[in-house]
C-alpha cells in the first residue's frame, strides 16, 4: 500500500498590513478570509500591532 503525505496549504494572513501564513485548516475563520489570530480577523480593535500584540504565534 502506498501513502501519501499531502504538505498542509500554506496561505497568507488576510489581515492587510500582517505577513503572517496561516495553514488552511487551522486558520482563524471570518467568512471566506483566513486569519493567524482573532486580532486579526477582527480588524485591531484595540490597535494592537501584528505580532507585537496580535496573539498570533508566527513571531513575524
Known sequence: ???TLEKPTTLKCACP???CTVQAET???RGSLL???DVCAN???NGEPCHAGCGCECQG
Do not use: E, L
Open 43 to 45: 480588524g485591531h480593535p
Open 35 to 37: 486569519f493567524c489570530s
Open 17 to 19: 498590513g500582517c505577513h
Open 1 to 3: 500500500m502506498t501513502t
Open 27 to 29: 486558520a482563524i475563520r
